[in-house]
């Protein structure tokens, strides 16, 4: 079969008729006001009561919102970021953090591994003072790792672990103090998703060099970013890492769901600051921004960052807790 189409054309005569007949205009239109209808015909009553329609109008989605943010608080602290590659042979990863290359976090069950090596043939100098600290010590006044350091080993290409790899390689280029360098950035594990865990997340990693900067100072210099994200509730932890001596962990507490880790920090090692050639005492984090965002939202699951329901992206409030110094 085939539809028919029926176009019936009226006179302005029969159009007043059938609206007299009916409950009335309810638009004000261009035609309305000029062939003057409003004088002749019946005017629906305005109910105050109904809804209008809904209109979605543009936005940033709620994370890139909070990196934003974030950014905003560390350039208002005086930090400049810094960004490197996402492809990184092992050397700026693991040998420049004093980490020895039989660690197990070098294992393929941890990290992810790119066919290929780097050329480190410009960076003598670095691969020289690595060598020596990490078979001897070098004059850090440690002992070392007290195996025969390989090169080759350090030239493997791997996606990075984290954006330390980022800011202790930049340490190379400013050696006078003072020094504040922080990095956001993706990274990437070998690790199952769950609420807390991705095999691709990003990094929020900073450095800061002074001549008299210490432990305490780089706690109340976290405290002060984690207060300015609006995170009111967290804690400080013991921790160990193999290129900051002392260490710490910071939590945060998300309601309904407990206290979530947060980020590491410490005092870069002696042996990483011979190795970087650096004189100065260095303060360093590392922070997972989902799970930042995870504290400061309330989320339950790291997850919902990434949610493809729309509906729950356009309903999502987005609170600007902090308000930069240059808005």
Do not use: C
């Not at 070392?144 to 090169?151: C, E, L, R």
């Not at 930049?170 to 006078?176: C, F, S, T």
């Amino acid at each position: 079969r085939k539809l028919r189409i029926v176009r019936l054309a009226i006179s302005i005569d029969e159009a007043k008729k059938i609206i007299e007949q009916g409950e009335g205009i309810s638009r004000l239109t261009r035609n309305v006001i000029v062939n003057k209808l409003w004088k002749e015909v019946k005017i629906k009553p305005y109910n105050i009561e109904a809804l209008p329609p809904i209109r979605y109008s543009g936005k940033k989605h709620f994370f890139k919102e909070f990196i934003e943010m974030l950014r905003e608080v560390m350039e208002d602290l005086g930090f400049i970021e810094i960004r490197d590659d996402y492809v990184i042979p092992e050397l700026w990863n693991f040998d420049i953090l004093f980490q020895a290359q039989d660690h197990p976090s070098r294992d393929i069950h941890d990290i992810l591994i790119v066919e290929g090596y780097a050329d480190l043939s410009m960076f003598m100098d670095i691969i020289k003072r690595t060598k020596n600290v990490h078979e001897v010590g070098g004059s850090s006044g440690s002992t070392g790792w007290g195996y025969g350091w390989s090169v080759e080993k350090a030239s493997k290409l791997i996606l990075r672990s984290h954006t330390t790899a980022v800011t202790a390689k930049y340490l190379m280029l400013y050696k006078d103090p003072p020094v504040r360098l922080y990095t956001i950035d993706r990274v990437f594990r070998r690790d199952n998703p769950d609420a807390r865990h991705s095999p691709e997340f990003t990094n929020f990693d900073g450095v800061i060099m002074e001549k008299d900067f210490n432990f305490r100072k780089l706690l109340g210099l976290l405290s002060q970013i984690l207060r300015h994200l609006g995170i009111k509730e967290f804690r400080f932890k013991p921790a160990y890492f193999p290129f900051t001596e002392p260490s710490v962990e910071g939590y945060g507490y998300v309601a309904g769901y407990g206290w979530i880790e947060v980020f590491g920090a410490g005092m870069f090692r002696p042996e990483v600051l011979e190795i970087l050639g650096v004189e100065h005492p260095v303060g360093a984090w590392g922070m997972g921004v989902e799970r930042l965002a995870m504290v400061v939202y309330g989320i339950d699951d790291i997850r919902l960052l990434f949610s493809r329901d729309i509906e729950f992206v356009r309903r999502f409030p987005i609170s600007r807790i902090y308000k930069s110094k240059g808005v």
